[in-house]
Each structure stands twice: as C-alpha cells, then as structure tokens.
C-alpha cells in the first residue's frame, strides 16, 4: 500500500513545459532589454574621451557614464559640453572652473574663484600656468545662466580661455562615473 501512494504522489507531480519556461526567459531578457535601454535614452549615456585636454585626470579612449537627470552646473564637476567653436556642436570634456555670479581670474600663479586660489598642487594636472596661451587681463564675472571651463591639462586646451563663458544649456551631462579601461573603473573627481 505504501508503494502505491508513493507512486500515486510522483505521478501526481506537475511536469514543467519546456516551452513555459522559454517563454519566461525571452520576457525576462525583454524587460531587461527595455530597462537598459530606457536608462541609457533618458538617464544616462556612455560617452568616449577623445583628445588630451583632460589629462592626466581622463585619458582618450576612457568610456564614461554621463547623465544631466536633475543636474544643476557646480563649480569642479567634469561635464560633457557642445562646444562653442571648433567643430561647433562636437561634444567635448571639461571642467567647471565658475558659476554663475563667481568672479574667475587666472595669473601666472594660478586660477581665482572669487579672490581664492584654486588648490591644484596635488601634481596630477599635467599642465603649466605661465604656458597659458590665453591670459586674461581682467577678472571676469560669470553671467546669468553661464559656466566657466577649463581642461585639467591647461596648456592643450580649447576652453573659456578661448571661447569665453559656456551657456548652461550647453551642458550635456555630468560626468558621473569611468567604465573603461577596467583598471581605472570608479568615479572621477
């Protein structure tokens, strides 16, 4: 008797369709397809680093994630801008030196944000004051709805030296994070 309620038991366990179980993983790899893709339309991007006016802080050929999700321009963030001249439109990388209603100076000495010098002395801005090409002559305050930019490597930079204050609006997105290379994976100050 015992053996026929144990058969009875096994017989009376749900098989598992093969095609159910297909079918699951298919709308599990769509939903998962959509996120990702949501998420990289309207939160984020992934943008290439070309060019050596980042260096030594990003170096071409580093894959970033990007977003303006909420974004607010503040002074030290690196930001993806539409650049103002050469090859107008043409996404670039930059740091944000000055906001609105900051005064910006830059002598042989350094760069001046509202009469304070920038600490820049941790020796990975590759790049010498007095090689600026473009020193200017007199303080300048940032206008309403305007940020002011400069690369890390000063002396191979196109940046508001050159091409003056940038519209906020001209502001693609906040860096946010390295993906690539993978030995430098993390944020990026």
Do not use: C
């Not at 096994?10 to 098989?15: C, E, G, I, S, W």
């Not at 994630?65 to 103002?84: A, C, K, M, Q």
């Not at 002395?121 to 309403?144: C, F, H, M, R, W």
């Amino acid at each position: 008797m015992e053996n026929e309620l144990l058969r009875t038991e096994t017989d009376a366990a749900p098989k598992k369709e093969p095609l159910r179980e297909i079918f699951l993983y298919v709308e599990l790899l769509a939903i998962t397809a959509t996120v990702i893709l949501l998420f990289f339309s309207f939160i984020a991007r992934i943008t290439v680093v070309e060019g050596g006016s980042m260096e030594n802080t990003l170096l071409g050929g580093d894959r970033l994630i990007v977003s303006d999700l909420f974004y607010t321009p503040e002074r030290g963030d690196i930001v993806i801008i539409h650049s103002p001249v050469v090859n107008k439109g043409e996404a670039i990388v930059k740091r944000i030196i000055a906001v609105e209603g900051d005064t910006v100076s830059i002598h042989e000495d350094g760069v001046y944000v509202n009469g304070e010098k920038l600490n820049e002395t941790d020796g990975s801005l590759g790049y010498t004051i007095n090689s600026y090409p473009y020193l200017p002559k007199a303080p300048q305050v940032i206008e309403k709805g305007k940020i002011f930019v400069l690369g890390d490597h000063r002396s191979n930079s196109l940046d508001s030296r050159s091409f003056g204050q940038v519209d906020e609006s001209a502001v693609i997105g906040r860096v946010l994070f390295r993906i690539f290379p993978l030995s430098s994976f993390g944020t990026v100050d």
